[in-house]
C-alpha cells in the first residue's frame, strides 16, 4: 500500500521520538501538527494566550466551526457601511502572505456588496512574524492621530508594499509612511516608542484566541440581524464568502 505524505511524515516523527528521549511538551507540540495542502499547519496543543505558535491558514481551508468573536465597539476600524446587513471581521498580521494576497477578497466584497457588508479589521500578530506587532502598535498610532481613513490607507500602503517571506515593512519605514497620510512625524513616533498601543493589540489577539481563530486570516461573517455567525480560517477564495453572505440576505 503507498503512504501518504501525512502518514509518511507521522511514522518519520514518531520513529524519531520512539528512540530520543524528549520531554511530554515537545511530543505534545510535534503530534498537533498535521499535513494539509503540502504545507506543515496546525497548532500547538496548550497554547498560552498572547504567545501564538500557529503557522498561517493555508489557502482553501473548509469552513470551520462557529464561534463568537467579540462585538463590535467604537474602537473598532469599521470600512463600508456601518448599519449594513452583514459584518465581516478579520482578525490579520500585516506580515502575513496570506493576509496580504486575502486583502482584494475583502475589497472586492464590499465592491461587490456596497451598502449590504461592512468589514472590521482586528490584529492578530504571529510571533514568528518579526516586525507585524510593532506594525499593528503603528496602525493604531495612525488611527489616533489621523483618524479611520488615515488608519484605512495606512493598513492598505502595509499590504501593497510589504515583502513575502522577508520581515515585512521595515520599522524605520513606518513614520514616513504615517506621514504620508497626514499623520504629524514626531508625534506618531513618539506614540509608537511608548508602546501605547501594544496591550490593546495583545487583548485583541487574545480575543480572537477565545472566539476561535488559529491562525491568520481568521474571518467572521456575521447577520446582524439574525446575529448568526460563520466562521472562516484562511484566505479562501472569494466565492466561499459570497455563498455565505448570498445566503444571508436572503434570509436562507
Not at 448599519?83 to 486583502?103: L, N
Not at 500578530?125 to 510593532?134: C, G, I, T, W
Request: charged share 20%; proline share 6%.
Amino acid at each position: 500500500m503507498n503512504s501518504t505524505p501525512s502518514s509518511s511524515w507521522t511514522g518519520f516523527l514518531m520513529g524519531l521520538l520512539a528512540g530520543t528521549a524528549v520531554s511530554s511538551l515537545f511530543i505534545g507540540m510535534v503530534l498537533g501538527y498535521t499535513m494539509s495542502g503540502g504545507m506543515l499547519t496546525g497548532t500547538i496543543g496548550g497554547t498560552v494566550a498572547g504567545n501564538v505558535p500557529n503557522v498561517p491558514s493555508a489557502p482553501d481551508v473548509p469552513e470551520a466551526p462557529a464561534a463568537d468573536p467579540a462585538p463590535v465597539t467604537a474602537r473598532d476600524h469599521v470600512r463600508g457601511n456601518a448599519k449594513a446587513k452583514i459584518t465581516v471581521i478579520e482578525y490579520s498580521d500585516f506580515e502575513c502572505p496570506f493576509c496580504k494576497r486575502h486583502a482584494p477578497t475583502i475589497d472586492g466584497l464590499l465592491a461587490k456588496y456596497k451598502n449590504d457588508v461592512n468589514v472590521v479589521f482586528r490584529h492578530f500578530p504571529l510571533s514568528f512574524h518579526q516586525n507585524a506587532q510593532k506594525e499593528a502598535e503603528a496602525s493604531e498610532c495612525v488611527a489616533e492621530l489621523g483618524g479611520n481613513d488615515a488608519f484605512w490607507k495606512f493598513h492598505d500602503a502595509i499590504f501593497e508594499r510589504s515583502t513575502v517571506g522577508g520581515t515585512g515593512f521595515a520599522l524605520d519605514k513606518l513614520a514616513p509612511l504615517a506621514k504620508e497620510f497626514g499623520v504629524d512625524e514626531a508625534k506618531f513616533t513618539a506614540c509608537l516608542d511608548s508602546d501605547k498601543y501594544a496591550q490593546y493589540v495583545t487583548d485583541q489577539m487574545n480575543e480572537g484566541i477565545k472566539a476561535g481563530v488559529q491562525g491568520t486570516p481568521g474571518n467572521f461573517v456575521i447577520n446582524n440581524d439574525t446575529k448568526e455567525v460563520k466562521n472562516i480560517s484562511g484566505a479562501v477564495p472569494a466565492s466561499t464568502f459570497e455563498g455565505i453572505i448570498d445566503g444571508m440576505l436572503a434570509g436562507k
